[in-house]
């Protein structure tokens, strides 16, 4: 963990993952294995990043969304919602 990152309850950060300066996650969200999160990133609660996937900085992760295994997030992501791809794209809405 990098300085003033902000880790909510529940989250689950694992093996390999790296979570950089200022980020923020809520509750209930869960970091997947080999995820990079550069600065800034807040990840919304119940959130899931897949394996390998990565965030640019001072990006937000809406609410309860699912980022695919090895996608690259390089625009905000909205609530509820699962992308895929390089970058990532909109496949699942709801």
Known sequence: MQPDVIIGKHVI???CASVDHDCKLEDFVHIAPCVHLA???LVGEG???GVG???IPYRR???WSIVGAGSVIVNDIPDHVTV???PAKLIKQG
Request: no cysteine; hydrophobic share 45%; charged share 5%.
């Open 39 to 41: 600065g800034g990133v």
């Open 47 to 49: 959130s899931l990043l």
């Open 61 to 63: 992760i809406g609410k």
């Open 53 to 55: 996937s990565s965030v």
């Open 84 to 86: 895929v791809g390089v």
């Open 13 to 15: 950060i694992n093996t």
